[in-house]
């Protein structure tokens, strides 16, 4: 069985200085001739050169995602949580001093991820913290323990500072968990907005 083409209908070149009616020999012709095809050419250049350069721009996204240690996205989901607990706690003072004020806000740790790494990206161990207190005071640790008592209890402070399981996060389970974050972060910048 044979489909049979219908014949293509006669079109007028895309050209303005030539405007020749022809019959196109393949979808999409839009000019007569390679003559007109290299005037016509010209005017999507930029339109091309810009394809190609988000091509390229992907292209090197996927070959640096590539590239990518488990270390580089622990430090990714790192970010995207210290970001979160920054807006999830926007409303509050400095969990150590107390107090507002315009400086520098940081995700402060109240048991170090180098001292127990297994809690890194616990919500309840990561606080709102400002910048003198977490790097000047050291944390202020002492501050930072009476005031977590008040806001998550003491029973749940004394199981933060207890033993825990260590964990050695994949590559996979670091991805999901950035997108995570980005994505609660996201909701909490929603919030805010509205």
């Known amino acids: 069985m044979t489909i049979e083409r219908k014949p293509a209908k006669p079109k007028k070149c895309r050209v303005a200085t030539c405007r020749a009616l022809f019959v196109p020999s393949r979808m999409g012709q839009a000019v007569c001739s390679p003559a007109c095809a290299l005037i016509d050419g010209p005017r999507h250049a930029p339109k091309a050169r ?4 988000d091509i390229e721009r992907k292209d090197i996204k996927v070959r640096k995602e590539k590239l990518k240690s488990r270390a ?4 990714d989901t790192q970010q995207a949580f210290n970001e979160w607990v920054r807006l999830r706690d926007a409303d509050l003072p400095c969990v150590s001093c107390g107090r507002h004020h315009d400086g520098q806000y940081h995700a402060g740790h109240y048991r170090t991820v180098a001292a127990n790494p297994a809690i890194r990206f616990e919500p309840l161990n990561v606080h709102k913290q400002c910048a003198p207190c977490n790097n000047h ?6 501050n930072y323990r009476i ?7 003491a029973e749940a402070v004394e199981w933060l500072e207890g033993p825990h399981e260590p964990k050695k996060y994949t590559v996979e389970q670091l991805k999901a968990m950035t997108a995570e974050y980005r994505a609660k972060t996201r909701e909490l910048k929603k919030g805010q907005a509205a």
């Not at 810009?50 to 350069?53: D, R």
């Not at 580089?72 to 430090?75: E, S, V």
């Not at 005071?137 to 002492?142: A, L, N, T």
């Not at 005031?147 to 209890?153: S, Y």
């Open 50 to 53: 810009k394809a190609l350069a």
């Open 147 to 153: 005031e977590l008592v008040k806001r998550i209890g």
């Open 72 to 75: 580089d996205h622990a430090k």
């Open 137 to 142: 005071k050291s944390g202020d640790i002492v």
